[in-house]
């Protein structure tokens, strides 16, 4: 019985939230998973071992464990930009609308500055591997060709 808390992207954000409300597993999109009984910031190892504790606990094979995780088809592209802020331009913002409007209810979309590289990212995930492919594709083109003509 698990409830969900979405964050702004960062292990710090992550950290901060944790500590607000008393939680003690967070984790991103990243593979980064955090897991305050046992250190701050995101711990591969740590991560490991506890998994590994877990799967012992159940004494059961990881295959028949494993049958539990049903993914979400997702995918991530950057566009380089050389400057500018093509977020703020029209027909970008209306690629991005459009987007989240074929998504609907059965998907999501986050679009955004990376905070330590001149790119954009953008993530799209639902149920529909093909819907997915095309909003992603569909808005890295608007923002490649956007940032072309600038």
Not at 50 to 61: D, E, G, M, S
Not at 70 to 97: C, D, F, R, T, Y
Not at 117 to 123: G, K, N, Q
Request: aromatic share 2%; hydrophobic share 40%.
């Amino acid at each position: 019985n698990l409830q969900l808390h979405r964050t702004k992207v960062g292990d710090r954000y992550v950290v901060e939230h944790m500590r607000a409300h008393g939680l003690n597993v967070g984790g991103e999109q990243s593979g980064h998973i955090v897991l305050s009984d046992f250190s701050t910031t995101g711990d591969g190892l740590v991560s490991a071992l506890q998994v590994l504790a877990c799967i012992k606990r159940q004494n059961r094979p990881v295959s028949e464990l494993s049958k539990k995780f049903a993914p979400v088809p997702q995918l991530l592209k950057n566009v380089h930009i050389s400057g500018g802020k093509p977020l703020e331009e029209a027909l970008v913002k209306a690629a991005i609308e459009d987007g989240r409007h074929r998504l609907g209810k059965a998907g999501r979309l986050v679009i955004r500055p990376s905070g330590t590289e001149p790119l954009i990212r953008v993530m799209a995930e639902g149920d529909d591997q093909q819907l997915v492919e095309a909003v992603v594709n569909d808005i890295v083109g608007v923002i490649s060709e956007t940032r072309s003509a600038a």
